[in-house]
């Protein structure tokens, strides 16, 4: 892992809301906050898991941090060789030749390729746009990274349709990964493809990580595919971050009430070591309109009476591990040890 002095991105209380307009004159009753005052840190070479529940602002956070949407506030800092860009302050123009450090791979491989394009112009069209190659030089490169992701050459000349999904999500991350960037947001890659299929398409990804020296921001709900690609974790409710903690260390000993949930439908690699399941009673807040104090209390079932009326704040509770929770020094919570073996 990279150390500390080489961080790649900082995002410092990034929001996202959007307005809630009503009537015929589309008034401006309220705002979804999707993103409200998340900050984080990528170093270089690692891979930031971003966990939570559908709905919860995961995606959003990436889709800022790309900049597929402005955000309404916040900061997002990118480090490159010595320079510090703020990349929630580019102007249009430079935006578009700063994208090529950074890119996105959708999670599903079927809407996010045009269907009129061929896997050369799909992939190529990167390259094009930003004027770094074309003719023989395009294909060349465009050849090279198709094969990388284990596609053939003789690929080249189909159309979407003719792939199946696993096929479809190689030709979403040869498109993405062909400018070289610095650091890629994965937008749950493998939660739309059969599990037969996942493990070589995460397997994919951790070797190109290798082999092109990227950084990843991975977002998923499923833990046990996050656990297999993180160095860290950062886990997300209702648009604000609860836990951030080394990978093993948050699986191991979680300290907010939420991730030791979350980690309970997790299967046990020990079949004698057995956790009960724990259920969260009732829907997550709604964004638009969410409880005061601490946006969980209301399924959490350690809240006490500050819970529902003063925000926990992100703390460091022990070195690398944050939490925001009013009693995350207190609480016995449950975790998964994977130094365990099966027992014979």
């Keep these: 892992m990279a150390n500390d002095s080489e961080l790649l991105l900082e995002v410092s209380d990034l929001r996202m809301y959007f307005p809630i307009q009503k009537g015929l004159l589309r008034r401006t009753t ?11 840190s990528i170093k270089k070479g690692e891979t930031l898991g971003l966990v939570g529940e559908s709905g919860c602002g995961k995606t959003t956070t990436g889709r800022c941090i790309v900049r597929v949407y402005q955000p309404t506030s916040g900061e997002i800092v990118f480090h490159e060789e010595g320079e510090i860009v703020d990349i929630n302050r580019l102007t249009r123009q430079e935006l578009k030749s700063f994208r090529r450090n950074m890119q996105m791979i959708f999670q599903d491989p079927f809407s996010s390729l045009n269907p009129r394009m061929t896997v050369l112009e799909l992939v190529g069209e990167p390259l094009l746009a930003h004027g770094i190659a074309r003719g023989q030089e395009l294909e060349d490169r465009v050849a090279e990274m198709v094969r990388a ?7 080249l000349p189909r159309y979407p349709h003719s792939f199946s999904g696993g096929q479809r999500q190689r030709i979403g991350i040869a498109r993405a990964l062909v400018q070289r960037p610095k650091i890629v947001v994965c937008d749950e890659p493998v939660s739309a493809l059969d599990v037969s ?6 397997n994919l990804l951790q070797d190109l990580q290798s082999d092109l020296d990227l950084t990843y921001l991975f977002v998923a709900h499923d833990m046990s595919v996050v656990r297999q690609v993180s160095n860290r974790i950062a886990v997300m409710y209702v648009g604000k971050l609860v ?5 093993e260390e948050l699986l191991r000993s979680p300290k907010h ?10 299967p ?3 079949p004698h070591h057995h956790m009960q399941r724990l259920n969260l009673e009732g829907e997550p807040a709604d964004p638009a309109n969410a409880p005061p104090g601490c946006v ?7 809240m006490e009476e500050i819970c529902q009326t003063e925000v926990p704040t992100l703390i460091e509770l ?4 944050h939490v925001a929770c009013h009693f995350a020094d207190q609480l016995e919570l449950q975790g998964i040890d994977y130094s365990r073996t099966p027992q014979a």
């Design 30 to 40: 309220g705002y979804v906050k999707a993103v409200d005052g998340v900050s984080l």
């Design 149 to 155: 992701v284990g596609l053939r050459v003789e690929h």
């Design 197 to 202: 299929v996942q493990s070589q398409v995460v």
């Design 243 to 247: 836990e951030v903690a080394e990978s």
């Design 257 to 266: 009430p939420y991730s030791e949930t979350l980690l309970s439908a997790v």
């Design 268 to 270: 046990r690699p020990n």
């Design 296 to 302: 969980f209390h209301p399924r959490c079932r350690y």
């Design 318 to 321: 022990t070195p690398g591990h």
